[in-house]
């Protein structure tokens, strides 16, 4: 029988190999089997040695998707048959990447495992847009926040109140088909129609595309476009300033 194998949760970054940590390189190199996130796949992939099998178990909106239990099920399969795993996630794996529910399963299976950072796809996109996320006296707190329960659909149970706080910056991810529900909500709840509003496309990928406007304008504009199929993330606040 196999010894017992390992987890390595690898978080990829905005997807530029180049913003990889040493170790995440190190770690794909000498991989056996690859799970990758649909928004890890790419160069980043590239950077897995010829001995690693790759395996797709990725999700995105309104695209068939594997399901969380069968990931789950996949590394611990894995990693019970002696192998290195690398579960390869976009941006950080402990931001909105479903992180908790496969340590769950790997703790539950007594597996091995360890996790390495990555850059947030929210810092990645701050830093193409040449923004700090933080300033003196105008931007005292930094958020984020899922734009979509499991449904698909605006959280209905929102903190609204800190959401239109005009002195923070908030970041959303998988937003881009609520926000115009959720700037409608955020301008009833106080915050001003001319807050300044980034959208970041396709963050740290060849077709990136940023978008300066303001909470309301964005809101009108992917209201007219709808979502477009590549991730994107949406920042509003004093720092998203339009130029």
Excluded at 78 to 87: D, F, I, P
Aim: net charge neutral; glycine share 10%; with cysteine.
């Amino acid at each position: 029988m196999s010894s017992l194998g390992h987890v390595s949760f690898v978080s990829s970054g905005p997807g530029d190999p180049e913003l990889l940590t040493l170790k995440a390189a190190r770690l794909l190199a000498s991989a056996d089997v690859v799970l990758y996130d649909d928004l890890a796949s790419g160069p980043v992939l590239d950077c897995a040695g010829p001995q690693a099998q790759r395996i797709a178990v990725g999700k995105r909106a309104g695209r068939p998707s594997a399901k969380q239990e069968n990931v789950n099920a996949l590394l611990v399969e894995h990693a019970q048959a002696g192998k290195h795993v690398v579960r390869l996630k976009s941006g950080d794996s402990g931001i909105f990447g479903r992180l908790e529910e496969e340590l769950t399963a790997l703790r539950a299976a007594g597996i091995p495992h360890e996790i390495v950072p990555g850059v947030p796809s929210a810092m990645a996109a701050a830093a193409i847009a040449g923004l700090p996320l933080t300033r003196r006296k105008t931007a005292r707190r930094l958020q984020f926040v899922t734009g979509a329960d499991v449904t698909g659909g605006l959280p209905d149970d929102q903190n609204w109140a800190a959401l239109a706080d005009a002195h923070a910056t908030t970041v959303v991810f998988m937003g881009q088909r609520t926000f115009p529900d959720m700037a409608a909500s955020l301008i009833r709840h106080g915050l001003p129609a001319d807050t300044p509003a980034l959208l970041a496309e396709a963050v740290g990928h060849p077709h990136q595309r940023l978008i300066r406007s303001t909470v309301a304008g964005l809101a009108a504009l992917l209201a007219a476009e709808g979502p477009s199929t590549h991730p994107a993330l949406i920042l509003y606040g004093p720092l998203a300033e339009t130029r």
